[in-house]
């Protein structure tokens, strides 16, 4: 055990011992987790990680408190301590209130992000983040009113926060091949750009809901930020070099999603229309050759979910169209199709009294065909300990969003305590 795993240790026990002096309107509660991922094509341990996620929240007459710390130790990184949310929620006779830091999920869809867009994400390890982790807290003031089976719900986010992205040295940063000529022997990328903390540079969102027995509805829009910087200008200290600045452009979207039980089945809808998306547009034989261009862009997803031979299934369709489509198109320098069509399956059933979980979820890219694979499986030992383990596997065309990482394909275990 080196130094930082001893600290981690530390301060989980002083965490715990402090657990009985919490008063009685408080909470106070989480997770720890040690996690640890094998390269299948290396089989070098990339990952091992322990966790602690916590929550603590307090009630008062005026609302309740919710600090959300969360701690990580790896042996190659300083321990990390994040405040992941921090916001306080003030409960009106019609309303409900929230300031502070905090995440917030729109839509229908599992693991894909359509009008769920309040909350960046943390791509740094691609989109293996368990889903509960990988939004990112914003600070918002986030109103929701009531009016009989309606909410109307209004956001301010009161400055950008971008997703992150992996390092340049990790193993999930993508190194794209640039069609310079020969001569020009390096291309280097600046670090973004970020818009300044301004009014005019906040973000806001609206929606309006409806939860009813036979439908459920929601209308939504939002005038933001691209989560990802865009390629915006190009440089050349001398002959052989090549520095491509970034930044964040604004667009507004609209869309609005759905759920409806038909028989044994639950239908499940959300769309989005992106309206002038800043999208880059990369021309090595024009100066000059990155610019950014603006097109409207729809996604559209259709989901199933059902019971069936004691198990839960589901499925989803997603499409995506570019109008006004060019060949130039990018997005992380890599080509955007007028059309693009995802799939996606789950299956998921328990054993042993509930004891047992099998799982799994899978993406499925149609061109160029290429998926990725993340069956898993758990055993719940009782007084909140799981055990469990599972593959990410990446295979097809390299030149897909998962088949590129076909040399990350990983296996990996994980216990958990649930305090």
């Given amino acids: 055990m080196n130094i930082r795993q001893k600290t981690f240790v530390v301060f989980l026990f002083l965490t715990l011992a402090g657990l009985p002096a919490i008063p009685a309107n408080s909470t106070f509660s989480g997770m720890v987790r ?17 966790t602690l996620d916590a929550f603590y929240e307090h009630t008062t007459d005026m609302g309740q408190l919710t600090l959300h ?64 982790e990988i939004r990112k807290a914003v600070p918002a003031i986030k109103v929701d009113y009531y009016a009989g089976p309606y909410t109307m719900q209004g956001i301010w986010v009161t400055h950008f926060i971008p997703t992150s992205l992996p390092a340049s040295n990790s193993m999930w940063a993508q190194s794209p091949t640039l069609p310079f000529p020969p001569a020009i022997t390096s291309v280097t990328f600046t670090t973004p750009s970020m818009p300044e903390t301004t ?97 409207t862009q729809v996604q559209a997803l259709v989901g199933l979910d059902w019971n069936m031979l004691g198990s839960q299934w589901s499925t989803q369709y997603l499409m995506v169209y570019t109008h006004s489509h060019t060949d130039t198109l990018v ?46 499986i758990s055993y719940n030992f009782g007084n909140g300990v799981l055990l469990e383990g599972g593959l990410d596997v990446f295979i097809g065309d390299k030149d897909g969003t998962f088949g590129t990482y076909a040399s990350n394909s990983l296996a990996w275990a994980a216990l958990r305590w649930y305090f």
């Fill in 199 to 295: 009014l005019e540079n906040s973000e806001i969102f609206l929606s309006l809901g409806h939860f009813g027995n036979a439908v459920s509805w929601k209308l939504n829009g939002g005038y933001v930020f691209t989560d990802e910087p865009l390629a915006s200008s190009v440089t050349a200290p001398d002959p052989a070099t090549r520095v491509i600045s970034q930044r964040y452009e604004r667009y507004s979207f609209i869309g609005g999603s759905f759920n409806t039980a038909l028989g044994g089945l639950v239908l499940r809808g959300e769309t989005a229309l992106a309206l002038d998306k800043p999208m880059n547009s990369l021309d090595t034989s024009k100066t000059p050759p990155i610019t950014i261009e603006k097109h």
């Fill in 34 to 50: 040690d996690y640890a991922a094998m390269r299948l094509e290396s089989l070098d341990m990339s990952v091992h990680e322990q």
């Fill in 331 to 376: 997005s992380n320098l890599k080509p955007i199709k007028e059309f693009a069509h995802t799939f996606t399956f789950r299956v998921q059933d328990t054993f042993f009294d509930e004891q047992l979980t099998a799982r799994l979820f899978t993406y499925i890219e149609v061109e160029p065909l290429n998926a990725l694979l993340r069956p898993s």
């Fill in 69 to 132: 710390p969360v701690v990580y130790s790896n042996p190659n990184k300083a321990l990390q301590l994040d405040l992941a949310e921090a916001y306080f929620d003030f409960y009106l006779d019609s309303a409900d209130v929230r300031v502070g830091k905090q995440k917030v999920i729109w839509g229908e869809a599992e693991g894909a992000f359509i009008t769920d867009l309040v909350s960046p994400r943390d791509m740094r390890s691609f989109i293996l983040a368990d889903f509960s």
